[in-house]
Structure formats: structure tokens, C-alpha cells
């Protein structure tokens, strides 16, 4: 039986989808349900499943090409089956990925560039179709002469999509939204990304800061948050553990010298990740009044360049949103990030008696390539020393 391989509508708005990685080759046997393919939409990688069990006979469009959905990418068949119509498919397939305006992608650090897909040949009975129904007939795969759309595919679409929800609002990618989502998509492409947490008794830290609240207030006008005191013993934490703040480049892990410690901030329009230079060398107030100010930039927008570069590690706090914990994403080329989830009471065992202490889960997402777990598992432990015995780091008596 001859089973046609196509790229998937992932979601009602995706037109297209790059092939990252055939996960079987030419000749091999497939299983119906096996993982066949990965395909990335733009926002995630995604493995796609054979639709059909045989032999991978041909594989019409090769890794690292974007297509439209519904294109014909490989065909399934058993091994002395006949293929109708094979040669009119390659000969499609060979002008798609030669045209000057087919599809395809240029890799940089950390974006995808795509260049528009063809456009097809429609007959006029299946374009009136098209355009009563509002479907971009750009979307459909044809199936008639030299790849012509014809009625039969316009319907074929319209029915293949009627089940789908349909859509409110788009909201296109853009700007702050859109530079996020490449870089991350980016960073869970090539990074391998494990994640561990420990749970951090915040009771000393509780009490330090109301300690050190009426100082640090009139230095900055500003009360310091815990981001601030999760900054400076993070920055000390990495002066011991200095492989956690580097970079995997060209096959050479790139420990760096300077500690800048990223911090998430959510501007309402798109995640801004301003940067504390040299944190290491900082003293509370400094962090604090300077955190401060680069948060106030980023929301409104007024962040220089060099304000929001030149990271080693981020930091992203979603304790204030009522969250216990999560899997934050490395943001490249670093090779780490760390989660602060809220400060909670809960029921804690201390020296055999249940006692109700604040406690908050600290979670860190690290590049499995560059960084092992047991290694991962000791930087969280000193950093939880230092969090529940801090006045030695903040050097208060």
C-alpha cells in the first residue's frame, strides 16, 4: 500500500514547517506510529509519526527545507510496489526546492530566516472554490498535471480543516515576541536541557532582609527584593563553580571570565533580559539600586544595548505570579538559567519535630552537553548553604 508523507498542519495558523531531521533513511523499514521526522514550526520541534507501515522508499524533500503544509515529503510503499505518478512528484519536488522563491532557511546563531514558498499553479474552478471558502490555495497541495491544484484538492483541504477550531484573533510575531521565541527556539533545538530543583528554607533570608530593608532603603530609595539577594549569592556561587558560567561554541566549552548576571524581566510585549555586569564585584546596595533602574528601562522600553548584552547566566524570578516552580529554557549561547519560585509556608521535619518554615523551590535548567547532573545537583546544594546561612554572604554579623 503506498502511503504519501506530508507535512502536518501542527496548528490552524502554520503554513509551513522545516524538516530539522529525517530519523529514517531511504530503504529503511517503517512502522505505522514510529517516529519518522522532526519538524520545527517556528516555536517547538516536533517528532512527526509514519502514517503508514513499509518501505521509506523515496525521500522527495530533504533535511533543512521548509515547505508548506500538506507538501508531499517522502512516500511509503513495499519494496516492488509500483508508484503512480512518481516521476511528476520528484520532477515538483527538484522545482520547489531550485525556484529562487522556494523555501528554505539560513541558519545564524540564534534565528531562522525562511524566504516564501512558490506559488501554485490553481484552475479557475478550484480558485473560486478557494476564494469563496477564504483559504489561501498557496496552503494546498495539488494533485493534478505539474502539480495544478485542482477541485478535488481544494475540497480535500476544506474537509481536512473544517474540524479545526477557528481563529479569533492573530496577533502577529513581532519585534520583542518574535526576537524571544527564535532565540528560545534556537536554544531548545541545540541545547540538551535537563532540569533539577531543591527545595530552600528561606528563613535566615526572610530575617536578613527586614534586617537589612531601613538601610538598603535610603541608599536607593528602593526596598531590595530577594531577586537582589538570589543575584549576589548566585554570582558567588558561580566564582565556584565557574564552569556553570560559559559558553559551547564550535565544540570548545568557553569558560568566561566576567560574571553578568541576566534577569528576566516580562515588559507586557515580550520577555527583556537586562544585564548585571561583573555581579560578583557588586555589594547589595549596588545590585539593588542597579537592578532597579535597568527593570524601570526595560518596561518602558529605554534599554541600551549594551544594558541588555553580554550575559553569562539568567536568572528568572515567577515567585511573584503564585508560582511554586519551573523548567525555564537556557537563553543562549549560555549554558544555564536559574528559576525562583514564590516563598511559601510549609510543614518542614527539623531535628524530628514538624515545624512550618518559608520555603521556596530553586530550579535549575542546565546544558546536559556541557554541564553533568551530579555537577548540577552540587552547584544547587552550595547555593542552598549559602541561602540558608546568607549573613557570611551578605558579610553581616
Not at 519518522?36 to 518501505?55: N, W, Y
Not at 471558502?133 to 491544484?149: A, C, K, Q
Not at 523548567?327 to 521535619?349: C, D, Q, S
Not at 546536559?368 to 546561612?389: C, P, T
Amino acid at each position: 500500500m503506498i502511503t504519501k508523507v506530508v507535512m502536518p498542519m501542527l496548528g490552524w495558523t502554520m503554513k509551513e514547517g522545516t524538516i530539522v531531521t529525517w530519523l529514517k533513511k531511504e530503504g529503511e523499514g517503517v512502522e505505522k506510529g514510529e517516529p519518522l521526522l522532526e519538524v520545527e514550526t517556528g516555536k517547538v520541534l516536533k517528532d512527526i509519526e509514519s502514517p503508514g507501515t513499509g518501505i521509506l522508499r523515496i525521500i522527495l524533500i530533504p533535511e533543512e527545507s521548509t515547505v508548506p503544509v500538506t507538501e508531499i515529503l517522502a512516500i511509503i510503499a513495499e519494496p516492488q510496489e509500483d508508484i503512480p505518478d512518481l516521476q511528476n512528484m520528484i520532477e515538483k519536488a527538484k522545482v520547489l526546492l531550485e525556484s529562487p522563491e522556494a523555501t528554505s532557511i539560513e541558519k545564524s546563531e540564534d534565528r531562522i530566516i525562511k524566504k516564501r514558498p512558490v506559488k501554485r499553479k490553481i484552475s479557475p474552478v478550484a480558485k473560486k472554490i478557494a476564494e469563496k471558502n477564504n483559504i489561501d490555495f498557496n496552503r494546498i497541495t495539488g494533485t493534478g498535471p505539474n502539480g495544478r491544484i485542482v477541485r478535488k484538492d481544494v475540497f480535500e483541504f476544506i474537509e481536512m480543516t473544517k474540524y479545526m477550531p477557528r481563529v479569533k484573533e492573530v496577533i502577529k510575531l513581532t519585534g520583542i515576541r518574535k526576537i524571544t521565541a527564535d532565540r528560545l527556539s534556537f536554544s531548545y533545538r541545540t541545547a540538551v536541557h535537563v532540569t533539577i530543583t531543591m527545595a530552600m528554607n528561606m528563613l535566615e533570608m526572610v530575617k536578613l532582609r527586614h534586617k537589612l530593608l531601613p538601610e538598603i532603603e535610603k541608599k536607593v530609595q528602593s526596598r531590595v527584593t530577594y531577586t537582589d539577594m538570589l543575584v549576589k549569592v548566585l554570582a558567588q556561587t558561580l566564582e565556584e563553580y565557574p564552569i556553570l558560567n560559559s559558553t559551547l561554541e564550535d565544540e570548545e566549552i568557553k569558560i568566561l571570565e566576567n560574571i553578568n548576571i541576566g534577569i528576566a524581566v516580562d515588559t507586557g510585549i515580550g520577555l527583556v533580559v537586562p544585564v548585571v555586569r561583573e555581579a560578583n564585584k557588586k555589594s547589595l546596595t549596588e545590585i539593588a539600586l542597579l537592578t532597579r533602574k535597568l527593570i524601570e528601562k526595560a518596561k518602558s522600553g529605554n534599554l541600551a544595548l549594551n544594558e541588555a548584552t553580554g550575559g553569562s547566566f539568567t536568572i528568572t524570578n515567577l515567585g511573584m505570579f503564585g508560582i511554586d516552580q519551573g523548567t525555564p529554557i537556557i537563553n543562549p549561547p549560555e549554558i544555564a538559567i536559574l528559576g525562583v519560585g514564590r516563598i511559601a509556608e510549609k510543614p518542614v521535619v527539623i531535628d524530628g519535630r514538624v515545624e512550618i518554615r518559608p520555603m521556596m523551590n530553586i530550579t535549575l535548567s542546565f546544558d546536559h552537553r556541557v554541564i553533568d547532573g551530579a555537577l548540577a545537583a552540587r552547584f544547587l546544594q552550595n547555593m542552598k548553604q549559602k541561602i540558608e546561612k546568607p549573613y557570611e554572604v551578605f558579610k553581616i554579623n
